[in-house]
């Protein structure tokens, strides 16, 4: 008997566990724009003295404890999860501030540099309880604010030396590129994506892992799985009928399908689905995105270089000369996996203009999506709009992170009838 047919735009963390689960009950074809797939799954070799490293240019860490649908999916393709050292140094080039602690910065106390008066720094320790204390409250008493950072630390009186060197390099950054993105930010969206990522548990960090084999392995299970992959295949239109959906391919090819999940980004499913009803482009378009450059390198300059050895992941910020630019991120490939390499390898976001060309092994460049009031009002209807024959995913339903691809994946193929 001939299976029923189904097809998947995206090969993302959404695209992938949509085709994974699909296959289970379809003939699935994946469709994807890029020569290879993965999304923001990177995994990018390089050779350091004759010796392989695997850097992830893109997605690179989970919380085990707090992603059910990415401890499932590993388990099933027998892919397993290493821990991840996860310790971030913060240090300013322009007023010396130097602190080495968790990536929230909760599990050590910061020294006060030569340059900065004692009033200043102790308005900033108490900032940092304040803020804390805040997000706790906020977490636990379940009442919602509509608040957004700006307004947060505007009434709360903040001190822009918090600011910049705490609460954007510490929490921020994991969500936007540059202070203006923070501003705009929903408390809200911060207060929930930190209570479903467990970072306000009293050991936030000790259940984060990466993909052992690096994440490119669990991409290769998963496609060798499908009934056909086709790689540097643009879908152009997605449109229903009455036998299905039809998709057209800039190659020019028309395919026919029972059922489809699109797991492009928002702005591209808007793009592509023709026959989108008002609804659908209100919502699709209620998310913008924000480029993130990487590069993969050895110019380990861009580190403090004041003492033998740094933290797995560090941010620069530049309180005086870069005072609304994005600041820079960099994670020591080796470190961040425990491994001991004769040469660092470096991954750095948006950092093009501190790296030395000829340091440079790998470029790649994604686009993240930008949350702010709109689209985190416009989230809860997201579900909405998957129907029985076309559905929708991607890491835009929740806070941008792996799980959040993944999961939208499970309730996109549910809404389809594949229930896992
Ligand atoms: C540098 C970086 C690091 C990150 N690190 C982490 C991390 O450590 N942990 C974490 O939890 N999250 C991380 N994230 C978040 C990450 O974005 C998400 O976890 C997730 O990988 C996004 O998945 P997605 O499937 O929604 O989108 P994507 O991975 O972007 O996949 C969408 C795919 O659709 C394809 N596509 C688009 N249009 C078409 C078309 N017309 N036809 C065919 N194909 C098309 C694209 O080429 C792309 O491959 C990171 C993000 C970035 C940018």
């Given at each position: 008997?001939?299976?029923?047919?189904?097809?998947?735009?995206?090969s993302?963390?959404?695209?992938?566990?949509?085709?994974?689960?699909?296959?289970?009950?379809?003939?699935?074809?994946?469709?994807?724009?890029?020569?290879?797939l993965?999304?923001?799954?990177?995994?990018?070799?390089?050779?350091?003295?004759?010796?392989?490293?695997?850097?992830?240019?893109?997605?690179?860490?989970?919380?085990?404890?707090?992603?059910?649908?990415?401890?499932?999916?590993?388990?099933?393709?027998?892919?397993?999860?290493?821990?991840?050292?996860?310790?971030?140094?913060?240090?300013?080039?322009?007023?010396?501030f130097?602190?080495?602690?968790?990536?929230?910065?909760?599990?050590?106390?910061?020294?006060?540099?030569?340059?900065?008066?004692?009033?200043?720094w102790?308005r900033?320790?108490?900032?940092?309880?304040?803020?804390?204390?805040?997000?706790?409250?906020?977490?636990?008493?379940?009442?919602?604010?509509?608040?957004?950072?700006?307004?947060?630390?505007?009434?709360?009186?903040?001190?822009?030396?918090?600011?910049?060197?705490f609460?954007?390099p510490?929490?921020g950054?994991?969500?936007?590129?540059?202070?203006?993105?923070?501003?705009?930010?929903?408390?809200?969206?911060?207060?929930?994506?930190?209570?479903?990522?467990?970072?306000?548990?009293?050991?936030?960090?000790?259940?984060?892992?990466?993909?052992?084999?690096?994440?490119?392995?669990?991409?290769?299970?998963?496609?060798?799985?499908?009934?056909?992959?086709r790689?540097?295949?643009?879908?152009?239109?997605?449109?229903?009928?009455?036998?299905g959906?039809?998709?057209?391919?800039?190659?020019?090819?028309?395919?026919?399908?029972?059922?489809?999940?699109?797991?492009?980004?928002?702005?591209?499913?808007?793009?592509?689905?023709?026959?989108?009803?008002?609804p659908?482009?209100?919502?699709?378009?209620?998310?913008?995105?924000?480029?993130?450059?990487?590069?993969?390198?050895?110019?380990?300059?861009?580190?403090?270089?004041?003492?033998?050895?740094?933290?797995?992941?560090?941010?620069?910020?530049?309180?005086?000369?870069?005072?609304?630019?994005?600041?820079?991120?960099?994670?020591?490939?080796?470190?961040?996996?425990?491994?001991?390499?004769?040469?660092r390898?470096?991954?750095?976001?948006?950092?093009?203009?501190?790296?030395?060309?000829?340091?440079?092994?790998?470029?790649?460049?994604?686009?993240?999506?930008?949350?702010?009031?709109?689209?985190?009002?416009?989230?809860?209807?997201?579900?909405d709009?998957?129907?029985?024959?076309?559905?929708?995913a991607?890491?835009?339903?929740?806070?941008?992170?792996?799980?959040?691809?993944?999961?939208?994946?499970i309730?996109?193929v549910?809404?389809?009838?594949?229930?896992?």
């Open positions: 008997m001939t299976r029923s047919t189904a097809a998947v735009v995206g993302g963390v959404a695209g992938l566990t949509a085709a994974y689960l699909l296959q289970k009950q379809f003939d699935v074809t994946l469709f994807e724009a890029d020569s290879r993965g999304g923001h799954v990177d995994t990018r070799e390089v050779d350091i003295a004759g010796r392989k490293l695997l850097a992830e240019a893109g997605f690179l860490i989970y919380n085990e404890r707090t992603s059910p649908g990415l401890k499932r999916l590993f388990a099933e393709l027998g892919v397993t999860g290493q821990p991840a050292a996860l310790t971030t140094d913060v240090t300013c080039a322009d007023c010396g130097v602190h080495a602690a968790n990536p929230l910065g909760t599990d050590t106390t910061p020294d006060r540099p030569e340059n900065i008066d004692a009033d200043t102790k900033f320790l108490d900032d940092i309880a304040r803020f804390s204390a805040a997000l706790q409250e906020m977490a636990t008493s379940g009442k919602e604010t509509t608040l957004v950072i700006g307004e947060l630390l505007e009434q709360g009186g903040f001190s822009e030396y918090f600011v910049r060197h609460l954007y510490r929490t950054s994991w969500f936007v590129s540059g202070y203006r993105a923070l501003e705009v930010l929903p408390v809200q969206f911060v207060v929930n994506t930190f209570k479903n990522q467990g970072l306000l548990e009293p050991d936030p960090f000790s259940s984060w892992r990466m993909v052992s084999e690096g994440g490119r392995e669990y991409v290769r299970r998963i496609a060798e799985q499908l009934t056909s992959v790689t540097a295949t643009s879908v152009n239109s997605i449109r229903r009928s009455d036998l959906i039809e998709i057209h391919d800039a190659a020019g090819g028309s395919h026919r399908f029972d059922k489809a999940v699109i797991a492009t980004h928002a702005s591209q499913a808007r793009k592509i689905l023709v026959d989108a009803t008002a659908e482009r209100e919502l699709l378009g209620s998310v913008q995105y924000t480029p993130i450059e990487v590069l993969v390198h050895t110019d380990t300059t861009v580190l403090r270089n004041d003492r033998v050895g740094t933290s797995p992941l560090n941010v620069r910020v530049s309180c005086l000369t870069h005072r609304t630019s994005m600041d820079h991120f960099h994670v020591d490939v080796a470190a961040v996996s425990s491994l001991d390499v004769p040469e390898v470096l991954v750095s976001y948006n950092s093009v203009d501190l790296i030395a060309p000829e340091r440079i092994l790998a470029r790649a460049s994604y686009e993240h999506p930008r949350f702010d009031a709109i689209n985190f009002a416009a989230q809860h209807r997201l579900a709009l998957s129907g029985p024959t076309l559905a929708f991607g890491s835009y339903f929740g806070s941008g992170f792996h799980e959040d691809g993944c999961d939208s994946a309730r996109a549910a809404a389809l009838g594949v229930t896992w």
